[in-house]
């Protein structure tokens, strides 16, 4: 995800994502979202209904695996992790790159959340995935 908006998402949750600030021996916020950006209002919804929530809850890491989100943290009620599953589950549905309609693809041991353009793209060459962060 681009530095401005990972720096957007911290400076809003700075409870939930405290764990920028922290050694890799505590958490793996410092490595940032590594996702791409077409995920970044998802990632905002949530961490704005987490944050409502006042559980205390501190963001451990967010990436993409296996072509969807993955969102760890440290405490949280049900209702928390709730939350969290439907964000997961919801992302199988936008594309990472530009965050429109998209679904789960496979391009041999790939999988990415893509729309169709993307897809496309991603099928002639055009996007590598390793360099989609």
Known sequence: MKTVLEQ???RE???LYVGVYR???ENLMSFGFECSDGWFALLYDLS???TKLDEGVVATQVKEKYGTLRFYIEGGSDE?????????GKSATICEICGELGKLRSLGTWLKTLCDEHYKA???GYLEPQRWG
């Open 48 to 50: 704005r209904a987490l």
């Open 122 to 124: 991603w099928v002639m």
């Open 13 to 15: 949750f700075p409870e």
């Open 23 to 25: 050694p890799l021996t």
């Open 8 to 10: 957007f998402l911290i």
């Open 80 to 88: 928390v992790f709730e939350l969290i599953d439907k964000a997961e």
